[in-house]
C-alpha cells in the first residue's frame, strides 16, 4: 500500500492513546532581566512567553492528529490545579478528545517546565517538574480501568504509553496492565501496541514497543541476560518492535526477525520524541495495511520528519507525502 493510501485511510482509523499524559512548558527567558528579588537578592529567572503543549502520552496523541485520523482521545490522569486546565486546553486546541481522560481531585497534574534561553534558544536552566510523588491513588487506579472498559471498543488502535520511569510507575499499574492483556487478548484483530520505557517484560498480549536499549534492560531484568526472542515468547507479544535511531526497526515475530532500515541523517536537530511519532505512523499503518514491514517503514518515515523539528514535532500528510516521494526504495 502507498503511503498516500495509507493517509486516506488515516482518516477513518480512531485511536486511544493510554498512559502518562502530562504538560509541557516551553518557557523563554530572558538573561538581560535578571535582576534580583528584593526579598532574597536572587536573581530571577524572567520568563517573557510560554507555549504549552501535550507530554509524554501527549506527544503520541499529538502525532496522530497531525497525521488527521478520524478521531484521538487520551485516557489518562489529570489533577484540579491549572495545570490540568492548561492539559485540556492544549489538547483540545489540537482536536484530541480528553473525555476518557480521569480527573482527581488533589492529584498535580504532571508538568515539565522548559527554561530556555530567548537570546540563543537552547535550553540552559534545570527543568521545573511538578510531579505526583506517590504512585496512583487505588480509587483512580479502579476509575482509569472501568474508563478504558467503557471506551475499548470505540477505537480500532489502542497505544499504551508507559514513560513514568518511577519505581512506582505511572498510570500504566499492574491492574491497568492486567486490564489491557485481558482485552488484548479479547481482541485479536484489534492494534494493542504498548511503549514502555522500564517495564516492557510485564506486558503480555500487546505489540510490544521498546528502543534498542529499553528492550536490553527489560530482558535483562527479567532473564539476566540479553535475549529477544525470549522476551517475546515471555511476553505473548505476537510482534516485538525495537527501534535502533539510524539503523530503522526491527520486529521480531514467530515468523522470524527482520529489519526495516530508515534514512540516515547525521544531523538531526531535535530526537526527542522520535520514538513516539514512530509508534504512532507504525501503529496506524499496522491497522491499515496488516503488515509489519509497510508499518516499519511508515513509521520510519514520521519519525524523520519530527528529528527535524526543535521540540517534540509532528509530521504533516503533506511532508509524509514528499518525504515518501523522496524515500530509499
Known amino acids: 500500500m502507498t503511503a498516500r493510501e495509507i493517509l486516506e ?22 538573561p538581560a532581566l535578571a535582576d534580583p528579588s528584593r526579598e532574597t537578592g536572587i536573581p530571577r529567572i524572567a520568563v517573557t512567553r510560554t507555549v504549552c503543549t501535550p507530554g509524554a502520552a501527549g506527544t503520541v496523541a499529538g502525532n496522530l492528529a497531525s497525521l488527521q485520523a478520524k478521531k484521538v ?3 489518562g490522569l489529570i489533577g484540579d490545579d491549572g495545570f490540568g486546565f492548561e492539559l485540556e486546553k492544549s489538547l483540545e ?7 476518557p481522560v480521569v480527573r482527581w481531585n488533589g492529584l498535580a497534574t504532571f508538568t515539565y517546565t522548559k527554561l530556555i534561553n530567548k537570546t540563543d534558544g537552547v535550553e540552559d536552566q534545570p527543568r521545573v517538574d511538578f510531579i505526583q510523588a506517590e504512585g496512583v491513588p487505588p480509587d483512580a487506579d479502579r476509575a482509569l480501568v472501568d474508563r478504558l472498559h467503557t471506551f475499548w471498543s470505540e477505537f480500532d488502535v489502542i497505544i499504551v504509553s508507559d514513560q ?11 491492574t491497568m496492565r492486567a486490564a489491557l492483556s485481558e482485552l488484548a487478548g479479547r481482541s485479536p484483530g484489534k492494534v494493542v501496541w504498548a511503549d514502555s520505557r522500564v517495564r516492557a517484560e510485564h506486558f503480555r498480549n500487546v ?3 521498546s528502543n534498542r536499549d529499553e528492550a536490553e534492560a527489560a ?6 541476560e540479553i535475549d529477544f526472542d525470549r522476551l517475546r515468547e515471555h511476553t505473548s507479544s505476537p510482534l516485538m518492535v525495537m527501534t535502533d535511531g539510524p539503523n530503522g526497526a526491527t520486529g521480531l515475530r ?13 544531523n538531526p536537530i531535535d530526537i526527542c520524541g522520535a520514538g513516539d511519532s514512530f509508534s504512532a ?13 509497510e508499518a516499519f517503514r511508515f513509521g520510519n518515515i514520521v519519525s524523520s520528519i519530527t528529528i527535524m523539528k526543535k521540540g517534540t514535532g509532528t509530521s504533516s500528510p503533506e511532508e509524509v507525502l514528499a518525504a515518501d516521494a523522496s524515500w530509499p526504495v
Not at 93 to 99: H, L, M, Q, T, V
Not at 219 to 224: I, Q
Open 9 to 30: 485511510n488515516i482518516k477513518k482509523t480512531t485511536v486511544l492513546v493510554v498512559g502518562d499524559i502530562c504538560l509541557d512548558r516551553w518557557c523563554d527567558y530572558d
Open 73 to 75: 482521545a487520551v485516557l
Open 93 to 99: 486546541e489540537r482536536k484530541i478528545s480528553p473525555e
Open 164 to 174: 513514568a520511569e518511577t519505581e512506582y510507575g505511572g498510570v500504566v499499574t499492574p
Open 207 to 209: 505489540i510490544l514497543k
Open 219 to 224: 530482558s535483562t531484568r527479567a532473564f539476566g
Open 254 to 266: 514467530s515468523a522470524g526477525k527482520f529489519t526495516i532500515p530508515t534514512r540516515s541523517n547525521p
Open 281 to 293: 505512523g507504525a501503529a496506524l499503518a499496522l491497522a491499515i495495511t496488516g503488515s509489519a514491514e
